[in-house]
């Protein structure tokens, strides 16, 4: 069974403040998603990324897939209470109809105003 | 305008009822999905339908029975709802790019 582990399971922190969101796999992934998901809603995308060691920026946050493909990282620079919300990574293996995900154990992040 | 939507939101029932989930989307995709997502909001693929043909279907109870009609609708139907079935069901659909989730269904066995 593929797992994606991720890391802290819960994350409170002031306004202001930098956070690293960790999300870890043995397995190798084709993409690697990232997704908020707010109560009450579906996950929303944030970002895809494709290749080994890629880096993309949205605003103020910092997604990066590690160099074998089996890991990731978000950072949130300066967070705001806006930020508040679970944040999850999947992982993908495309090349068929399926676009089957392995969703990542989940971030809940609590940002303080 | 709501691209994937699912009803009903809520489902509050008994042990060992029957009840539909229902799911469109008005996006013209042609794949669609189920997961279940648990009490630590881990969110777990269940069923996938690719123009009204089934493509992935995890290890879930034979309790469990979607329905394709068309590439717009993807139902599902649970049979002899048991208490570990309590959790919030999310459907989404895809075309190609990202997968577009729905709301959610909180399913909620008393």
């Known amino acids: 069974t593929q797992l994606l582990e991720q890391s802290p399971q819960f994350l409170s922190i002031q306004e202001g403040e930098n956070l690293t969101v960790y999300c870890n796999s043995s397995?190798?992934?084709?993409?690697l998603q990232w997704y908020r998901q707010e109560p009450g809603e579906g996950p929303v995308l944030l970002v895809t990324?494709?290749?080994?060691?890629e880096v993309k920026k949205l605003k103020r946050l910092t997604f990066q897939f590690g160099d074998a493909r089996k890991d990731s990282s978000l950072h949130i620079t300066a967070a705001q209470p806006g930020d508040t919300g679970l944040y999850l990574c999947?992982?993908?293996?495309?090349?068929?109809?399926?676009?089957?995900?392995?969703f990542g154990t989940g971030t809940l992040l609590a940002v303080q105003p | 305008d709501t691209a994937v939507s699912q009803t009903p939101k809520y489902l509050v029932t008994q042990m060992g009822n029957d009840k539909s989930i229902k799911c469109e989307q008005n996006?013209?995709?042609?794949?669609m999905y189920w997961y279940k997502q648990d009490s630590k909001k881990f969110l777990k693929i269940m069923f996938s339908?690719?123009?009204?043909?089934?493509?992935i279907n995890e290890t879930v109870p034979n309790r469990f029975s979607p329905k394709s009609p068309d590439k717009a609708h993807l139902n599902l139907h649970i049979n002899s709802l048991e208490l570990g079935d309590s959790a919030v069901y999310f459907c989404?659909?895809?075309?190609?790019?990202?997968?577009?989730f729905g709301d959610g269904t909180r399913l909620s066995i008393l």
């Open positions: 989404a659909s895809r075309g190609g790019g990202p997968q577009h």
């Open positions: 397995s190798v992934f084709s993409s």
């Open positions: 990324v494709v290749t080994g060691g």
């Open positions: 999947a992982g993908g293996r495309d090349g068929g109809a399926t676009n089957k995900l392995i």
């Open positions: 996006l013209g995709h042609d794949t």
């Open positions: 339908y690719n123009n009204k043909e089934l493509i």
